[in-house]
């Protein structure tokens, strides 16, 4: 079938506009689809979707069981947007993937709490005393600068998220680091002195960061969640009407009052 040459200049144009605008060529109004994990990260975005459309943004959320698809998903095209990983764990994929995409806007932190069942604050921690840490890289490091923040330890200069054990210059209280699976951290407080562990295993154990821990990680660590979109996306006009509704004050309530504590903004 052919087309009129008028008709079909038409189409070019239109098609210009739409790209110009940072918008799918052949619809306008396509939902604008975003990766999130289930659970908070999903509830959250339901309620950034419901900002976004007083703005004429319209957003598809598509929930994935694991870590890896919605990158793979958004490197393929499947996806406009995620939203779930935090800035570390991103950096290593792109090295390792081959990624091309970009943060562009923090999301929320679950903070990392110190627990203990044998004192009420850090500082009482005796010589010597026995501290859990989670024994991947991630959260190890995560507890190690939860610690340096507290002023318990420092670090060797330049350790930050790849922190271990060895990295530890300075140990007033001779701390004896404990390594152990994350998940099970929960079950060593009887036997710890204290431990760093992860919000959702805690919460999974009946602790509450807001109540029951010691000491917990700031809402702007290095592990704030990010929202990613391909590089070539990063400054069309709908990512900044994205980034403009995640950071809206009723997103903000609903987090602060959702999750009370144990999901914070990191914006």
Do not use: C
Not at 52 to 67: H, N, P, R, W
Not at 179 to 205: F, K, M, W
Not at 225 to 238: F, G, I, S
Request: proline share 7%; net charge positive.
């Amino acid at each position: 079938m052919t087309f009129p040459k008028r008709f079909t200049l038409q189409i070019l144009a239109a098609g210009a506009l739409a790209a110009a605008l940072g918008l799918p060529a052949q619809a306008q109004d396509r939902p604008i689809k975003i990766g999130v994990t289930a659970g908070p990260h999903a509830q959250i975005m339901e309620q950034v979707k419901k900002v976004a459309e007083q703005d004429g943004l319209k957003i598809q959320i598509v929930e994935f069981s694991d870590y890896v698809q919605p990158n793979a998903a958004l490197a393929a095209g499947d996806l406009d947007a995620n939203s779930y990983q935090h800035k570390p764990y991103l950096e290593v994929q792109m090295k390792d993937r081959g990624y091309k995409f970009t943060d562009v806007g923090y999301t929320v932190n679950y903070p990392m709490g110190i627990y203990s069942r044998k004192v009420k604050k850090l500082a009482d921690l005796k010589p010597g005393a026995r501290f859990g840490l989670p024994n991947d890289p991630t959260n190890g490091a995560r507890v190690l600068l939860v610690l340096q923040d507290q002023g318990l330890i420092k670090l060797r200069p330049g350790a930050d998220v790849k922190a271990t054990p060895l990295d530890v210059v300075d140990n007033p209280k001779k701390l004896k680091f404990i390594e152990v699976d994350a998940a099970q951290l929960p079950r060593t407080l009887d036997d710890l002195d204290a431990a760093g562990i992860n919000t959702n295993y805690a919460v999974s154990a009946g602790l509450s960061i807001a109540k029951d821990a010691i000491a917990q990680e700031s809402a702007k660590s290095p592990y704030v969640n990010v929202l990613v979109v391909r590089t070539a996306d990063k400054d069309k006009p709908w990512v900044a009407k994205l980034v403009k509704a995640y950071h809206s004050e009723p997103v903000r309530q609903f987090v602060l009052t959702e999750f009370k504590g144990a999901v914070v903004p990191g914006w």
